[in-house]
């Protein structure tokens, strides 16, 4: 995955760091799923440079979960499907901001998973940088689609005070209607049509399995993953 060079928290990243956007997966010591019930596959991309999903790892810690990357992944338990119009919503605290990376790496949530762990794996997730960009991105198998380009930043976002520091992000996907709506901290960041994300090489349907899903080399702490109808 490649991410843009820019100002973190006021802080200018290093010209070296900006050279290196598409840096290397470092996978995690004593990786892997531990949370009954839930289930995990890393990216295309990710898997073709030799990536494993023990390279991540899923944990939890009291009622909320920990990732830790490594390879970039969505992590999903099949039971939690959602159908209709629906909101996903969880809140990521990123304890030290780029802890783990030289730039900042997104998390959020994903919705409409189908064929989730298969070569044809669809989904559409939204995630938030910690230095107050989003990104809304689709997997349709090998193929990937973006509804607001490589992100863009917006007031909602919350950002870190600093590299190393704490930021908290609460994000939120909904199904209404013919619209797919992500909300950052209370508010829309995004709004699109139905009929762009629903199609050949995007997703088969808006109903399926939801989640969560993190860039490569970053860590937090998920609470909250809940879905309501609408």
Known sequence: MRFECAVVAGLVIASSACAKAQDASKAVADGGITVAGWQGKIDPGEAARGGKLEGAKLEKVGDDLRVTTGPAVAYWNPSNVASG?????????????????????????????????????SYLYCTAYGDGRFI??????????????????????????????????????SVKGDKVECAINGQTVGSYDKSAVVGPNKLTSTDGVYGIRFGHNTEATVKGLAMTKN
């Open 136 to 173: 809304v991105r689709g997997f349709s198998g090998d193929s990937t689609f973006r509804l607001n380009g490589r992100g863009e930043a917006n007031a909602a976002v919350h950002k870190a005070s600093g590299v190393g520091a704490s930021v908290t992000q609460e994000i939120a996907l």
């Open 85 to 121: 119009n629906y909101t996903v919503k969880a809140t990521f605290t990123e304890e030290k901001f780029m802890g783990l990376n030289d730039h900042p790496h997104p998390y959020g949530v994903f919705i409409a998973g189908n064929d989730m762990g298969t070569d044809k794996e």
